[in-house]
């Protein structure tokens, strides 16, 4: 099971956090390495990059928020897949570019065939 391909949204956040429920993340996977796209919400752009170890993820991110301010800071993940076959990844981030630390949940949209 990769990531690639895989679209994910927003299920919940730590009050400090920028994605939402309408902030969409579009994954992608080769090998360790793991980027992703992802925008909505007070989101207007963003990118993540980092690596993937079994069900372990390690990134950074940075987007730009719908008042015109950058923002950035470092993650990890546990990826939990789910009965129907989704995947749901348990997040805990902390900012570089500003105060704050939380912990979020993504999960996938849809079923992969």
Known sequence: MDLDGRTFVGVSNAADGDVGSDTVFDYHQEDDLVWAEYAGGSVRRGFLVGTRAGDGLSFRYSHLD?????????????????????????????????????????????RRP
């Open 66 to 110: 719908r008042a015109g301010e950058t923002a950035g800071g470092a993650c990890t993940s546990r990826i939990e897949v789910l009965g129907d076959g989704r995947v749901r990844l348990h997040e805990t981030w902390a900012w570089e570019s500003r105060a704050g630390t939380g912990r979020s949940v993504v999960e996938e949209v849809g």
